[in-house]
C-alpha cells in the first residue's frame, strides 16, 4: 500500500531533478528565454508531468528489482497457486486485465500494487505478510490493492503529483528571480544568488506540495478499503486493518523503515499532514460506519 507511493515519490524527485538540470542548460539553446513567464510556465509542465508520468512508466521496473519481487510465472506451491487464482477472481470482478503477481522477502506485512495502467499493473505482498495473516486477511488486502488498479489510482496521483511538480518548477524560479533582481540588485542575467534560491525554494515547495500530494493519497485509500470489503467482503477487510493495527502495535517500525510500512505507524501533530495512509482506527472506522470516499 504504502510502498507504491513511496517509489513514485523517490522515482519522481530523481526524474524532475535531472530534467531540470538538463533544461537549465539546454533552455537557451532551444530558444527559451530566461525572462519569458509563458515559457516558464512551459518548462515547469514539461517537468512536471513528464517526471510524474516517467516515474509512474518506471514504477513496475523499479519495484521489482528495489524489493526483489519475484513475479510468479508459473505456480510452484499452493500459496502461490491461490494467490494468482484470488487476483485473477478480483480482477475479473473489478474490470480489468490480470496483474502481474508477486512475491517479496521482507517480515513486516506489506503488500502493494503498481503499473502504468489498470491492465498491465503489479500486485505483490510480502512474506510477512503471508505468514500473518489468515487467508481471508490476504484475501481482503489483495482486494484493496486491486481497487487501487481498478480506482486508476496510479494515474490520478501521477496527475496530481504533475501538478503540483509544475507550481513548484514555477514558483520556486519567480522568487528566485525576485531574490537575484529586487534583494540582490543583479541586472546581467541569473546570478549565483538566483540558483541557489530556486534549489532552496524548490525544497520548501516541495516539500508543502507533498503534504497536497499525501492528502489526496489518504483519501484513495479509503476509497480502496471500501473497495476491498466489496471485494473480498467487508468484515474480512475489517480484520486484515485489525490485524495490521495489531502487528504494529507492540513494535513499531523505525522512522528510518516508516515509509515501507503497510500501515505507516502513528505520526502525531504536524506529521500528520505527511502521512499517505489514514490511522487505521480511521480506516477500521469508516468500513464499519459503511461510510466512502
Same mark, same amino acid.
Request: aromatic letters at 6%; charged letters at 15%; zero cysteines.
Given at each position: 500500500?504504502?510502498?507504491?507511493?513511496?517509489?513514485?515519490?523517490?522515482?519522481?524527485?530523481?526524474?524532475?531533478?535531472?530534467?531540470?538540470?538538463?533544461?537549465?542548460?539546454?533552455?537557451?539553446?532551444?530558444?527559451?528565454?530566461?525572462?519569458?513567464?509563458?515559457?516558464?510556465?512551459?518548462?515547469?509542465?514539461?517537468?512536471?508531468?513528464?517526471?510524474?508520468?516517467?516515474?509512474?512508466?518506471?514504477?513496475?521496473?523499479?519495484?521489482?528489482?528495489?524489493?526483489?519481487?519475484?513475479?510468479?510465472?508459473?505456480?510452484?506451491?499452493?500459496?502461490?497457486?491461490?494467490?494468482?487464482?484470488?487476483?485473477?477472481?478480483?480482477?475479473?470482478?473489478?474490470?480489468?486485465?490480470?496483474?502481474?503477481?508477486?512475491?517479496?522477502?521482507?517480515?513486516?506485512?506489506?503488500?502493494? *500494487?503498481?503499473?502504468?495502467?489498470?491492465?498491465? %499493473?503489479?500486485?505483490?505482498?510480502?512474506?510477512?505478510?503471508?505468514?500473518?495473516?489468515?487467508?481471508?486477511?490476504?484475501?481482503?488486502?489483495?482486494?484493496?490493492?486491486?481497487?487501487?488498479?481498478?480506482?486508476?489510482?496510479?494515474?490520478?496521483?501521477?496527475?496530481?503529483?504533475?501538478?503540483?511538480?509544475?507550481?513548484?518548477?514555477?514558483?520556486?524560479?519567480?522568487?528566485?528571480?525576485?531574490?537575484?533582481?529586487?534583494?540582490?540588485?543583479?541586472?546581467?542575467?541569473?546570478?549565483?544568488?538566483?540558483?541557489?534560491?530556486?534549489?532552496?525554494?524548490?525544497?520548501?515547495?516541495?516539500?508543502?506540495?507533498?503534504?497536497?500530494?499525501?492528502?489526496?493519497?489518504?483519501?484513495?485509500?479509503?476509497?480502496?478499503?471500501?473497495?476491498?470489503?466489496?471485494? *473480498?467482503?467487508?468484515?474480512?477487510?475489517?480484520?486484515?486493518?485489525? *490485524?495490521?493495527?495489531?502487528?504494529?502495535?507492540?513494535?513499531?517500525?523505525?522512522?528510518?523503515?516508516?515509509?515501507?510500512?503497510? %500501515?505507516?505507524?502513528?505520526?502525531?501533530?504536524?506529521?500528520r499532514l505527511f502521512m499517505s495512509h489514514p490511522p487505521l482506527e480511521e480506516r477500521i472506522e469508516a468500513l464499519k460506519s459503511a461510510r466512502t470516499v
Amino acid at each position: 500500500m504504502m510502498l507504491r507511493l513511496f517509489l513514485f515519490l523517490v522515482t519522481n524527485i530523481a526524474v524532475m531533478v535531472v530534467l531540470t538540470a538538463a533544461l537549465m542548460f539546454l533552455g537557451p539553446a532551444l530558444g527559451i528565454a530566461p525572462g519569458s513567464f509563458s515559457m516558464l510556465v512551459l518548462m515547469g509542465g514539461v517537468v512536471g508531468f513528464a517526471g510524474a508520468f516517467i516515474s509512474l512508466a518506471m514504477s513496475k521496473w523499479i519495484a521489482k528489482r528495489s524489493m526483489g519481487v519475484q513475479v510468479i510465472e508459473q505456480p510452484s506451491n499452493d500459496v502461490e497457486r491461490w494467490l494468482v487464482a484470488t487476483v485473477q477472481r478480483q480482477a475479473q470482478q473489478a474490470g480489468i486485465g490480470m496483474p502481474e503477481v508477486g512475491i517479496f522477502d521482507n517480515p513486516t506485512p506489506n503488500a502493494f *500494487a503498481t503499473g502504468m495502467s489498470r491492465n498491465a %499493473a503489479l500486485v505483490a505482498v510480502s512474506t510477512g505478510l503471508l505468514r500473518s495473516m489468515s487467508k481471508e486477511e490476504v484475501e481482503a488486502v489483495l482486494g484493496h490493492e486491486v481497487s487501487h488498479v481498478a480506482n486508476g489510482d496510479m494515474i490520478t496521483m501521477a496527475l496530481i503529483q504533475g501538478v503540483v511538480n509544475t507550481f513548484v518548477f514555477v514558483l520556486a524560479r519567480v522568487v528566485g528571480n525576485i531574490v537575484d533582481k529586487v534583494v540582490l540588485k543583479n541586472e546581467r542575467g541569473h546570478g549565483i544568488g538566483y540558483f541557489v534560491t530556486v534549489i532552496l525554494a524548490e525544497i520548501v515547495l516541495g516539500i508543502l506540495a507533498s503534504m497536497i500530494v499525501m492528502w489526496f493519497s489518504r483519501q484513495r485509500e479509503f476509497r480502496a478499503d471500501a473497495g476491498g470489503a466489496q471485494l *473480498a467482503g467487508r468484515m474480512k477487510m475489517i480484520a486484515a486493518l485489525e *490485524a495490521l493495527r495489531r502487528g504494529h502495535e507492540p513494535e513499531p517500525l523505525p522512522d528510518q523503515m516508516a515509509a515501507f510500512g503497510i %500501515a505507516g505507524g502513528r505520526p502525531a501533530g504536524w506529521k500528520r499532514l505527511f502521512m499517505s495512509h489514514p490511522p487505521l482506527e480511521e480506516r477500521i472506522e469508516a468500513l464499519k460506519s459503511a461510510r466512502t470516499v
